[in-house]
């Protein structure tokens, strides 16, 4: 690659790229980096770009001299990234890589952009705000959040007696890719990549109302005390009234309102797709995609929307490279902490429950190191369940498979070594004697004791 005199090749030891004398072929310098694979070394005037070990981009800046990761995306076989219009082109690429996005992206200059937000202003009361909402009774067999409760069991109390018979089925009028349902007071709650958060009546089959949100939802409504929640691919939260769907108020996660094509859907940068996980009379859940563009951790009263803790400063744990925590996946409590899947950079992450202080590792070097599926829940309060499906791809995507794993509580670090369970994208279940979990649709399921996970 020739750029502005100098001429740079992958030709040095383990194929680190080398600055050379275009004239004589002398090695003027070692530039620190090393092109992986078939993926071109690419540059623009001012940067070098190249697929990065053990997996990623490298940004190299020729100003400063400075390399940087970014483990989000790597450069597509042959091509490499494209410098054109003011913009990096990236992709498409499609790959059982350890990389948090597939396909395409473009990226442009972050200029002034200020990442720190302000916890004022971002509230909207809707009409219900006033009103008296009535809880109704809480029932230990409702299925109010996803997978049944804050620990993500995937388990109930109830016991199913006799067969099993359909009594009613819902087609909808346009194909669209569902969340997960939740149930609460004869009612269950469900909504989807078109928006819409659904109400229907658990005995009847009847829709019974239907709320249009302003971007793509990806995870599993919530049911607290008469009152629905859901996180938007507009940036925003919304608390609802279980009975009507009324607004009840509204929340802006998203630092500022910036939107653009997410999958062939029109999304903020900062989706709200952590769901929103009620716990003791607050909500928590996170707004971003990568961690370079920010991300944002709320815990708002549940019944007012008003800001008990805001954690804007993980997405850059380290502010130079911006790396750090990713908004890509699922939210469950325990010990005291807010645990999240934090994509392939640091997951699962904790933070203090009470003040949103961070209790994690740091980033390193921003390559990509940890287990980057989506699902989270604990069990017994003594571990994390972590990973399965990489929650940017396609349901049919057989090319990511996955794998989770269950990590220690105890100890001093957060959090503890981890210890694999099953390969795929299907989430264990688990009570209080033991987990089951199959590698596959087709494979039998296998029962682990407490004891066997504790050997």
Known sequence: LYVNGDLFVGIGEEGETLKLNPETGDTLKEMGFGKRSCARLTGTPYQLFC???PEGSVFYDRIQDKVRYNGAFRPACNDGVIGANGLLYIGPWLCDCNLSLMGSAALTSAGDFVFSVSPEGRLTKGNAYDR???????????????????????????WLRGGIDLVWQYQPEFEFEPTAPVSAGGKFFYAGDDGKVRCVNAFTGEMEWIYRTAGPIKAAPSVWEGRVYVGSGDGHVYCLTANTGELIWKFKAAPVGRRMMVYDRLASTWPVNTGVLIHEGKTYFGAGIIDYDGTYVYALDAKTGEVRWLNDKTGHLDEDSRKGVSA????????????MAGGNVLSPVAYDLETGEYLGKQPGDGTPDANRGEEIGVYKNKYIIQGGRLQYS?????????????????????PGPERRL??????????????????????????????????
């Open 132 to 158: 008296e909402i009535q809880a109704g009774q809480a029932d230990p067999s409702d299925w109010s959040q996803y997978r049944g409760n804050v620990k993500r069991t995937g388990t109930t109390p109830v």
């Open 394 to 414: 396609a349901a049919k995507n057989v090319v990511n498979p996955g794998y989770f794993a269950a990590f220690s509580m105890s100890g001093s670090e957060i």
């Open 422 to 455: 099953n390969q795929g994208k299907i989430p264990p279940v688990w009570d209080d004697y033991g987990l089951y979990f199959t590698d596959g649709i087709n494979l039998p399921p296998t029962y682990w004791s407490s004891e066997d996970l504790l050997k």
């Open 51 to 53: 697929r990065a070990e």
């Open 328 to 339: 890509q996946g699922f939210l469950t409590v325990a010990d005291g902490k807010l645990w």
